[in-house]
């Protein structure tokens, strides 16, 4: 290596916004408990159901009708890395709610692929959740979670459920996949609530 020669400088980035126990990563590992589902977009369906006054459903493209929003936001992996300024594009939960009669505390979020995971209906709603279909300009691609997966940024990476199919709404709490096998029950990165004993 020549003198004076040090490579690519990282850009600096604020330490506040990295999580205890996370390093930074420039690229998007893909993570997943089982093969990637591919459901044709002509069958795909997402559903509210649950306590709910009644169910509901949207087609493929009347989901992506819905009003949609683009936002920039980190990420960060129970598997302790974070992705900063991640764009995405997606439906507000709250616009998916809109107009229900909900009776419900906790959210269970169901997948292709039989994978389930636990939230409370209040980190779905106030603007801090979406169903994302979009990831950096381009639609959401399948190792990712497209076509649509559940994005709730402020909890540990795990929580934003790949392959979405929908979302029931429960009066009682029900873990799900990894929080029945260890994982904690909420998953807060800023808490260090990686598994149950956290």
């Not at 950096?136 to 940024?153: F, I, K, W, Y």
Request: charged letters at 20%.
């Amino acid at each position: 290596m020549s003198a004076g020669f040090h490579g690519r400088r990282r850009p600096l980035v604020d330490s506040a916004r990295i999580p205890p126990g996370q390093h930074l990563t420039e690229t998007f590992p893909v993570l997943s408990a089982g093969p990637t589902p591919h459901t044709p977009l002509d069958q795909w369906t997402f559903t509210i159901r649950g306590a709910v006054d009644r169910p509901v459903s949207w087609t493929w493209d009347e989901f992506l009708a819905l009003p949609s929003r683009t936002f920039t936001t980190d990420i960060h992996c129970v598997t302790r890395w974070s992705k900063l300024d991640t764009v995405w594009t997606g439906v507000a939960i709250d616009t998916l709610l809109a107009g229900l009669d909900i009776s419900a505390s906790y959210a269970v979020a169901y997948c292709d692929g039989g994978y389930t995971t636990n939230v409370p209906l209040a980190d779905l709603r106030g603007d801090q959740a979406v169903i994302a279909h979009g990831y950096d300009g381009v639609p959401l691609e399948a190792q990712h979670g497209g076509p649509a997966r559940l994005l709730v940024p402020h909890l540990y990476f795990w929580k934003s459920a790949k392959w979405i199919r929908g979302i029931e709404l429960r009066h009682d709490d029900a873990p799900g996949f990894w929080e029945r096998y260890g994982y904690h029950n909420y998953g807060d990165p800023w808490q260090e609530q990686r598994y149950s004993g956290d």
